[in-house]
């Protein structure tokens, strides 16, 4: 298991190592070049050459590099140019990491809870009229644009019916104490019963939105993988030998469907946690993935690389716990 474990902890290494000159040339071939892209207008040949200098451009390309990855190594990644102006870009990302968290989580929570039971319930009533429904419905919630659901729940329960709150992550004149930044659990920390119930409303809608394909896609991969199990010798097998329907169903089937759907899980988390830009972005959610449009919008390229990065090292070490997860339920991964 250890062996294995390093070897999947070098992969996402050198992953990392590869995104990270990605970047390092991306940033270099922008039109008019990073130094025109933070000047704009006011690029005069001696700010130009001054700001080259301050910024090591300069230098030969491979010691530029080496000392992007040192900066980066070290959350140095200069100050923000418009999403919070003169702010260092590291900060902006660790300040908007915990909103994300907390809407990825809830999403994730909410299609579990619904993918994988309905996953199974359709698998075990294959052909039949709800099983269809439920296949069609799943079609609809991956076929949809996640940011027209979006509007449309907004819509709906925020502006026509006004159930819940449009946009943000709590009422302003909730007066709450912040703690660990997670609002929920800050309220319930607190035992400010108000701030957390607000905070929730806020994360509701949002939520409902970014969990509309996960679950659709979670609910696919478990009624197949159900269904091929079904249909394994070794279930038959069981069935032949006279054990309950209780333990075949949960020790053979359901432990053995699981597999793919643990993958799954483990690819939409990091996928959700770098970034649900618009989601986001339609509910003003102070949260990474806003952060990274209005990044992109108003070329603010210092918050630009930090969330890239941060992005891409989210999904790789949540990618990392979910092999994990798949070789202590299969011992037979860690061989490959």
Same mark, same amino acid.
């Given at each position: 298991?250890?062996?294995?474990?390093?070897?999947?902890?070098?992969?996402?290494?050198?992953?990392?190592?590869?995104?990270?000159?990605?970047?390092?040339?991306?940033?270099?071939?922008?039109?008019?070049?990073?130094?025109?892209?933070?000047?704009?207008?006011?690029?005069?040949?001696?700010?130009?050459?001054?700001?080259?200098?301050?910024?090591?451009?300069?230098?030969?390309?491979?010691?530029?590099?080496?000392?992007?990855?040192?900066?980066?190594?070290?959350?140095?990644?200069?100050?923000?140019?418009?999403?919070?102006?003169?702010?260092?870009?590291?900060?902006?990302?660790?300040?908007?990491?915990?909103?994300?968290?907390?809407?990825?989580?809830?999403?994730?929570?909410?299609?579990?809870?619904?993918?994988?039971?309905?996953?199974?319930?359709?698998?075990?009533?294959?052909?039949?009229?709800?099983?269809?429904?439920?296949?069609?419905?799943?079609?609809?919630?991956?076929?949809?644009?996640?940011?027209?659901?979006?509007?449309?729940?907004?819509?709906?329960?925020?502006?026509?019916?006004?159930?819940?709150?449009?946009?943000?992550?709590?009422?302003?004149?909730?007066?709450?104490?912040?703690?660990?930044?997670?609002?929920?659990?800050?309220?319930?920390?607190?035992?400010?019963?108000?701030?957390?119930?607000?905070?929730?409303?806020?994360?509701?809608?949002p939520a409902v939105a970014l969990a509309t394909i996960p679950f659709a896609v979670i609910f696919r991969i478990t009624r197949a993988s159900v269904l091929d199990t079904m249909d394994a010798d070794f279930v038959r097998t069981a069935e032949a030998k006279g054990l309950s329907t209780k333990v075949i169903r949960g020790r053979h089937i359901l432990?053995?469907?699981?597999?793919?759907?643990?993958?799954?899980?483990?690819? $939409?988390?990091?996928?959700? &946690? %770098?970034? !649900?830009?618009?989601?986001?972005? #339609?509910?003003? +959610?102070?949260? *990474?993935?806003? /952060?990274?449009?209005?990044?992109?919008?108003?070329?603010?390229?210092?918050? $630009?690389?930090?969330?890239? &990065? %941060?992005? !891409?090292?989210?999904?790789?070490? #949540?990618?990392? +716990?979910?092999? *994990?997860?798949? /070789?202590?339920?299969?011992?037979?991964?860690?061989?490959?």
């Amino acid at each position: 298991m250890a062996r294995f474990i390093v070897r999947r902890v070098l992969q996402m290494a050198g992953v990392l190592v590869v995104l990270s000159l990605l970047l390092f040339v991306w940033l270099r071939s922008l039109p008019g070049g990073t130094v025109s892209a933070i000047l704009g207008e006011r690029a005069t040949p001696s700010r130009r050459a001054a700001l080259e200098a301050a910024l090591g451009l300069d230098q030969p390309i491979y010691v530029q590099y080496l000392k992007f990855v040192q900066r980066a190594l070290q959350g140095e990644f200069g100050a923000s140019t418009a999403v919070l102006p003169g702010e260092d870009a590291f900060q902006i990302f660790l300040g908007r990491l915990p909103a994300t968290i907390e809407l990825s989580l809830l999403a994730m929570l909410i299609a579990v809870s619904l993918g994988i039971p309905l996953g199974y319930w359709a698998a075990r009533r294959r052909g039949s009229v709800l099983d269809s429904g439920a296949v069609i419905f799943s079609l609809v919630g991956v076929a949809v644009p996640v940011f027209f659901t979006a509007f449309l729940l907004k819509y709906f329960f925020a502006v026509q019916w006004q159930l819940l709150p449009v946009s943000g992550r709590q009422d302003a004149s909730i007066d709450a104490t912040r703690v660990t930044g997670f609002f929920v659990l800050d309220g319930i920390m607190t035992r400010e019963w108000d701030a957390a119930w607000d905070a929730f409303l806020h994360l509701l809608l949002p939520a409902v939105a970014l969990a509309t394909i996960p679950f659709a896609v979670i609910f696919r991969i478990t009624r197949a993988s159900v269904l091929d199990t079904m249909d394994a010798d070794f279930v038959r097998t069981a069935e032949a030998k006279g054990l309950s329907t209780k333990v075949i169903r949960g020790r053979h089937i359901l432990r053995n469907a699981m597999l793919p759907v643990v993958t799954t899980i483990g690819l $939409l988390v990091g996928a959700l &946690l %770098a970034g !649900a830009v618009l989601t986001e972005t #339609v509910f003003s +959610f102070p949260g *990474i993935g806003q /952060a990274l449009a209005e990044s992109i919008r108003d070329k603010d390229y210092p918050v $630009l690389q930090v969330l890239i &990065l %941060a992005a !891409a090292a989210i999904f790789v070490i #949540v990618n990392l +716990f979910v092999d *994990i997860a798949y /070789a202590i339920i299969d011992p037979r991964i860690r061989t490959r």
